[in-house]
């Protein structure tokens, strides 16, 4: 007999199927046997009954484990009373590997201790679903990007450059010299543009953020789109556009989970209505001291000012412009103003905060060199990238999505340590 799925048992009903499982939880009594059941796929109840099955095969289902695994052949009945809409009855139970003294007892637990048994927490529902999301969110990311002709480049991780900072870089000995670990792809990303036109780059990166916030990891994951002969304005095009196709495919494919997490999905609906709102960094300021915030121009925004912004406007958001002193040194220019920078950051609502920044990049050789100087830069680390602007410099734009403060978002997560299977943290590094 096949092993079928959980998530499959819908094309059975009536009919027996033999299914493998581990016991999540289960009560009854001396006749009648609820085991609450997951195989990675979903969530399920079976039910045992002494009188069906036998002294024997009773007795061993009242004696399961907590996680015990088992194969259950039984018959799928559509149960409408549960979330999941079926149940089985059981007329036959193996056990396959036996459990003893399961950590994470169905009782409520603290958050370190969840994240101490990450390895185990990562079975329970509510990783299970974020997680599941999480997934569609990466294979939506690979469709959007080749169906809008991007070709996929790997950044390395091992750089000898600081892009983004000097003060958040992870170093490690690399032989006789230092290496970093990469805080960004988009410089490479910037190469591949000019060698393939259009380009993402999506790895794992690194900034060693004292930030102990709901919003910070110390390893997370990247989307950096780069695209040759495009300007600014086109770029916010690409970006509204990816994050409706990123929202569309977890509502098309994932409304199970989104049940599990008890996420709003008419909400999540509504942030796929485009275009979202362009507003400009001196705008959002002027918005912000008429409503009581205590803000002067040329600061970065926090997490209030952030929170504000974004439920201001109950959209996703773009804050424009920013001061050049804040942002990094390859950002463009504005023509006609010397304090502020061709970028733009998208603001998440519902207090979730940035979730892309991005911007044009200068083009001028010149500029760029004095601005790698100013910042403190090592000129040669720098100089393979200014080549760049030395042979057919082009006006190009890119952006980076935090892929963890998207799930995060999506998901209606409270801490971005959810979104993310072993997160990374100032003071997390097992498991
Ligand atoms: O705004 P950032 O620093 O931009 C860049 O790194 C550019 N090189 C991107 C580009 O233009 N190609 O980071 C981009 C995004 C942020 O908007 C945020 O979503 C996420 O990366 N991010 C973090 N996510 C989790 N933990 C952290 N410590 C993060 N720092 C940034
Ligand atoms: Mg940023």
């Known amino acids: ?14 009919q027996e199927v033999r299914i493998g499982a581990w016991l999540r939880n289960k009560r009854g009594s001396g006749k009648l046997q609820f085991l609450q059941l997951r195989d990675g796929t979903a969530f399920m109840q079976a039910v045992v009954v002494k ?27 559509e149960d409408t009373r549960s979330d999941f809409g079926y149940e089985m009855d059981v007329n036959d139970l193996v056990v396959v590997g036996a459990s003893e003294g399961y950590p994470i007892t169905p009782k409520e637990h603290g958050t370190d201790f969840l994240m101490d048994h990450r390895h185990l927490y990562l079975r329970h529902i509510q990783p299970f679903a974020v997680l599941r999301i999480r997934n569609t969110m990466i294979a939506a990311t690979y469709e959007f990007f080749n169906k809008e002709g991007f070709i996929k480049i790997d950044a390395p991780f091992l750089t000898g450059s600081a892009p983004e900072g000097t003060t958040e870089l992870f170093s490690t000995e690399y032989f006789e010299t230092e290496a970093y670990l990469s805080q960004t792809g988009q410089l490479y990303a910037e190469a591949g543009a000019m060698a393939f036109g259009k380009v993402f780059t999506f790895g794992p990166t690194f900034r060693a953020e004292k930030s102990k916030t709901r919003r910070h990891l110390t390893e997370f994951w990247m989307i ?13 095009e690409v970006q509204e556009r990816y994050i409706a196709y990123l929202i569309n495919a ?3 494919r994932n409304s199970y989970e989104l049940d599990l997490l008890g996420r709003d999905k ?9 275009p979202y709102p362009r507003v400009s960094y001196d705008e959002a300021i002027k918005l912000l001291q008429e409503n009581n915030f205590d803000v002067e121009w040329g600061v970065d925004f926090g997490s209030p000012e952030e929170t504000f912004l974004a439920n201001h406007f109950a959209s996703p958001v773009f804050i424009t412009n920013f ?15 010397d304090d502020v920078v061709i970028s733009a950051d998208l603001l998440a609502p519902e207090g979730y905060g940035e979730i892309i920044g991005g911007s ?19 000129m040669d680390e720098y100089a393979w990238y200014l080549d760049l602007r030395k042979y057919g410099s082009v006006p190009h ?9 998207a799930v995060t978002w999506i998901t209606g997560e409270e801490h971005i340590r959810e979104a993310i299977p072993f997160p990374r943290t100032m003071t997390r590094l097992r498991p």
């Open 323 to 337: 001061p050049k002193e804040i942002k990094a040194f390859y950002m463009k220019r504005h023509p006609t103003r």
């Open 51 to 77: 009188a069906e099955v036998g002294d024997e095969i009773f007795a061993k289902a009242k004696e399961l484990k907590q996680e015990t695994s088992m194969y259950l052949v039984g018959t799928i009945k």
């Open 1 to 14: 007999m096949d092993t079928i799925r959980l998530e499959d048992v819908k094309n059975y009903v009536g």
């Open 266 to 274: 008419e909400l999540l609906a509504s942030y796929t209505k485009l």
């Open 250 to 252: 977890v509502l098309e």
């Open 397 to 405: 734009s890119g952006f980076g999505l935090g892929l963890e403060r």
């Open 360 to 378: 044009e990049r200068d083009t001028d050789y010149e500029y760029l060199a004095e601005r790698v100087k100013a910042e403190g830069l090592d």
């Open 224 to 236: 950096e789109p780069e695209m040759a002969w495009m300007d600014q304005a086109a770029s916010l």
